[in-house]
């Protein structure tokens, strides 16, 4: 059975972009191995991520970050089972917020920055689909 999760998180100050990179590696190498695909987004220190995969493998995944020391006010945003994935090409996707167009966030929330905690998580997944809509993630499949 496959599910889709979303959550957010606020990253602690140690996590710079060389520590974002390094993580999006591990990402990219261990989720093919469990089947896990998604995508992340980070700005403004908050994690923004989605995950699909197996039912158990997605949840290990999600206690596993709800438990790192880099994460805190992990927020669990949706959950559902799903009959297909929507990330499926990408073990780690990365949306590129230099390249994001200000008004696409805007059409989302009462400013042009990326505040999931104050949206429904059906807000931010709608988001994410039109990240992919505009070619706004970056396709390193490694």
């Known amino acids: 059975m496959l599910v ?17 990179h390094s993580l999006l590696r591990q990402c990219r190498a261990n989720n093919p191995k469990h089947g ?3 995508v992340l987004c980070f700005a ?3 994690f923004l991520q989605v995950l699909e995969g197996g039912r158990s493998a997605v949840n ?7 438990a790192d020391a880099r ?3 992990v927020e669990l945003l949706s959950y559902q ?3 297909e994935r929507r990330f499926a090409g990408w073990a780690m996707g990365q949306v590129q917020m230099s390249a994001l167009n200000p008004a696409l966030l805007l059409k989302y929330s009462a400013s042009a ?3 999931p905690y104050a949206v429904p998580g059906r807000v931010s997944m709608a988001l994410f689909d039109d990240l ?6 970056h396709c390193d499949r490694s």
């Open 113 to 115: 920055t990326l505040d």
């Open 36 to 38: 896990i695909t998604g």
């Open 132 to 137: 992919v809509a505009t070619a706004a993630i």
């Open 81 to 83: 089972e799903i009959d």
């Open 71 to 73: 994460h805190h006010d």
């Open 60 to 66: 290990q995944l999600y206690r596993r970050i709800a």
């Open 4 to 20: 889709r999760l979303m959550y957010v998180s606020r990253a602690v100050p140690a996590v710079d972009a060389e520590e974002l």
């Open 44 to 46: 403004d220190r908050v």
